[in-house]
């Protein structure tokens, strides 16, 4: 069984322009997350998918971010325009109910 | 809130050392705990949980005991080897609704043959 993916693994770009990231979770889950590590810091809840449904933004940092779940499948997480503290890793998670969460291996984002 | 407090790091052991990695929570209710392991250029992965007090979650040799008096999930290994090398998160869930993680801030091991 595929694990979660994320594309691209690394992103650099420059202040001011647009990055999407990418999450396919496992096959068949319906709660995906997304989560941002900022260097130094803890791992911070940004979002939670139930389906096609976003179930809690509460850890979405402004308005530059966008994300969506097309058709319940894959997500994608916008970044709209790209400030120096976006920079950091990118994760999703997926899981089939409440229970264990499965991680991609992130995105790395450099923003300069 | 909920919040996780992990011991800081680099955390550096020989080989066949025994480890400890302190984690302390703070949360309403009775939470789910959880430790994760991302190994050098992976993803996070679960290592082990404990969803009730007194529970103890293992797995690859490594313990950690749900103490609720406490308020701790202490992580140990009798004797790690040079593969455990990694960055180990200490991370709860509340028990209300869906299971969103809180994490602490990661401790990075380091073990030496």
């Known amino acids: 069984e595929a694990g979660v993916t994320q594309f691209p693994s690394h992103s650099v770009i420059e202040k001011g322009q647009t990055v999407t990231l990418r999450c396919d979770p496992i096959s068949g889950h319906d709660n995906l997350y997304w989560y941002r590590r900022v260097m130094g810091k803890e791992i911070k809840f940004l979002l939670h998918f139930v389906k096609e449904s976003k179930q809690d933004e509460s850890g979405m940092p402004n308005n530059r971010f966008l994300a969506e779940r097309t058709g319940g499948t894959y997500s994608t997480l916008k970044v709209q325009p790209a400030e120096l503290e976006d920079s950091g890793v990118y994760f999703c998670a997926s899981s089939p109910s409440v229970e264990t969460q499965y991680f991609g291996p992130g995105t790395r984002l450099l923003v300069l | 809130g909920n919040s996780v407090t992990q011991m800081e790091g680099p955390v550096t052991l020989s080989e066949e050392a025994f480890l400890t990695i302190n984690c302390t929570y703070t949360?309403?209710?009775?939470?789910?705990l959880f430790w994760y392991v991302q190994y050098p250029g992976e993803g996070l992965q679960l290592l082990l949980k404990?969803?009730?007090?007194?529970d103890k979650g293992s797995n690859k040799g490594f313990e950690a005991t749900y103490r609720k008096e406490t308020t701790s999930f202490h992580l140990e290994k009798g004797s790690v080897q040079v593969s455990d090398s990694a960055v180990y998160f200490c991370a709860l869930t509340s028990n209300s609704g869906y299971s969103t993680l809180t994490f602490g801030k990661g401790t990075m091991l380091l073990v030496s043959p």
């Open positions: 404990a969803t009730k007090a007194d």
């Open positions: 949360a309403t209710g009775y939470p789910s």
